[in-house]
């Protein structure tokens, strides 16, 4: 009879798992060690140094009233069933409401325990359109260093550089994982009773993103494959004005950041090939400070319709503005980098000076990088999702924005980080540990060995550009039902066919073999972006961050609903249910794509 140590490099046995270790993972692990469990942290590179964490702006949205008994100066018109109704109104009223009562509860707690683990805040200011101080700014790094340290303070114990490739599951419950040593290429079979899935978005299943490289959609992947329910996948955020030229700084959002601090939002205009201004068309009003959702799909169409740039973008410009004017606006932001945000990246530090030098004769091109997953991991308000013992907490989770993600994707990670870190122990302590399935063990090895045992087929660059293709055109920022049932097509033929043809050319080491690395993620960002093209064929309108430009009208009769789909022998199950309501209830009708944004949305979120 096999055993399991026969079948792997190490066998470990933990209470809760923890996948990820940034601003939601490592929250999660320090809430949870106030608990008596074991735990262990995986985490996919070195802690304080990988996921989207490290690279955030970063902005923190508490209440006005909440920001005063941190000690701020905070805003006495702003209270939480204010700060409420904003995220329900400006979310399309597709959130869970139950999720966003917590976000607005949990949202000073977790500040605190920032503050508390010595995060340096640099200033409160009006984040928010309403103009209420809801806004605590710090940087990424320093929101990364503190709960580094804070963990490390601790002794919890770290798994880095390693990543988990699938979930193990017994008696419809968690059982465990089995895990890469990336560097080692030893694997890993971990027993636990509940995990805390903090992975992050599917970033890199676009050509043009803003993401790190790690960014794979791993968690919601896994999630899936052990039968938890998914939901929104459809929803993902395009954020504008993202750097597309040159290669070195693709990606890099510092001038959209740049537009957000007054006075160069009311200075800068984005122009097509043919120098027009072509916001005075989409939003003669508000112009570039329209909504980030307006902004994007102006700029998308310029650029489908051929007044794009060599590149593929638009044209970010100042050079209208006079020399003594655009000085000022050079040494405003110096001020602000040095003095208020002191932020070391090379983006503030290098990048921006040499840009804004740059921009007294020179445009820049700009276009629309894949930014925020709304969709995810289906969870509750205290982080438990349909499969027991598994809890999500940050971007892989999905449902709680809705169909616009308007508030700070950091406090997101604190707080569902700190909901699941209370409740996994809570969950630990009622189970009892499931036994370890030998046959889905084998199953998952198999399939991780084949590519390595392939001497021919196609390699793992070929797949990612064909994946790169499809995402690119089809299942991009604007959306059409020709395109999508298309990409659906291509993507299932891709996770059917070329998956199982993937061969690795290099070593035939698992160790620091990131060919071979890179044959995991494809099947995670392909199944991501197969359920997202399938989600986004069956919405039939356009609402938030969701644009489909055969259904412009935002239908609020037919569907003011999410898409659940969930893996149920070997094919998708999938199902429409209604947002859940606990203060506000839903609207009727149905408005223009303008209409409705105007109405309820003013996307305006920069990390």
Not at 1 to 15: A, F, H, R, S, Y
Not at 269 to 279: G, P
Not at 505 to 529: D, G, V
Request: a negative charge; proline letters at 3%.
């Amino acid at each position: 009879m096999i055993k399991l140590k026969d079948l792997c490099d190490k066998v470990l046995n933990t209470d809760l798992l923890i996948i990820g270790s940034e601003g939601a993972g490592g929250h999660a692990a320090i809430e949870a060690s106030k608990s008596s469990i074991n735990m262990l942290i995986v985490t996919k590179g070195k802690i304080g140094q990988c996921g989207a964490s490290q690279m955030a702006g970063a902005d923190f949205n508490v209440d006005g009233l909440a920001g005063k008994e941190l000690g701020f100066e905070g805003d006495d018109r702003d209270t939480p069933d204010l700060f409420f109704e904003t995220l329900v109104r400006e979310g399309l009223y597709l959130g869970n409401q139950k999720v966003l009562e917590k976000y607005v509860e949990y949202a000073p707690k977790a500040m605190k325990d920032l503050i508390d683990w010595g995060m340096k805040i640099y200033s409160y200011e009006s984040a928010h359109t309403e103009e209420m101080a809801r806004g605590i700014i710090s940087s990424g790094i320093l929101w990364v260093a503190a709960i580094r340290k804070k963990v490390k303070d601790l002794k919890i114990p770290i798994l880095e550089d390693t990543m988990v490739v699938d979930i193990l599951t017994s008696e419809d419950k968690i059982a465990g994982a089995i895990a890469l040593n990336i560097v080692s290429g030893e694997i890993i079979v971990i027993a636990c009773k509940a995990i805390i899935m903090a992975t992050g978005g599917w970033h890199k299943a676009y050509p043009f993103n803003t993401g790190p490289e790690d960014l794979t959609g791993d968690g919601v992947a896994m999630a899936y494959r052990a039968g938890a329910e998914l939901v929104s996948m459809e929803m993902i955020q395009f954020c504008p004005i993202t750097m597309v030229w040159p290669p070195k700084d693709r990606g890099s959002i510092i001038l959209y950041i740049i537009s957000e601090i007054d006075p160069f939002g009311k200075t800068i205009k984005l122009l097509n090939n043919q120098s027009e201004r072509f916001m005075e068309t989409y939003d003669p009003i508000n112009l570039e400070q329209s909504t980030k959702e307006i902004v994007s799909i102006a700029s998308q169409l310029e650029i489908e319709e051929g007044r794009g740039g060599t590149h593929g973008g638009i044209f970010f410009s100042l050079k209208h503005t006079r020399r003594r004017f655009m000085d000022m606006l050079i040494k405003v932001a110096n001020h602000r980098i040095k003095n208020e945000m002191k932020d070391t990246r090379y983006e503030f530090t290098t990048l921006l000076p040499e840009l804004l030098e740059k921009m007294k004769t020179e445009d820049i091109e700009v276009g629309n990088g894949a930014h925020y997953m709304g969709g995810g991991i289906k969870i509750n308000e205290n982080m438990e999702t349909s499969l027991p013992g598994l809890y999500a907490a940050g971007e892989c989770s999905g449902g709680m924005w809705g169909a616009v993600r308007v508030a700070s994707a950091c406090t997101e990670a604190g707080v569902q980080g700190k909901i699941a870190g209370e409740m996994a122990p809570i969950y630990v302590e009622s189970t009892i540990q499931a036994d370890i399935d030998i046959t889905q063990v084998k199953e998952i090895l198999n399939r991780m060995n084949a590519p390595l045992l392939r001497e021919h087929g196609i390699t793992p660059n070929t797949l990612q550009k064909k994946m790169h293709e499809i995402s690119g055109k089809k299942v991009g920022l604007i959306k059409n039902g020709k395109n999508l049932e298309e990409a659906v097509a291509e993507f299932e033929k891709l996770l059917s066919e070329d998956l199982e043809k993937l061969y690795i050319s290099s070593s035939k080491s698992k160790a620091l073999n990131f060919e071979y690395l890179k044959t995991i993620e494809l099947r995670n960002m392909l199944t991501c972006l197969y359920l997202s093209a399938k989600a986004s064929l069956m919405r039939e309108e356009s609402r938030g961050e969701f644009y489909r430009k055969d259904y412009t009208v935002t239908d609020n009769d037919n569907w003011l609903k999410t898409i659940v789909i969930k893996r149920k022998d070997g094919d998708n199950e999938i199902r429409f249910e209604n947002p859940i309501i606990t203060k506000i209830s839903l609207p009727k009708g149905k408005l223009t794509y303008q209409e409705a944004i105007g109405v309820a949305t003013v996307s305006l979120k920069r990390d």
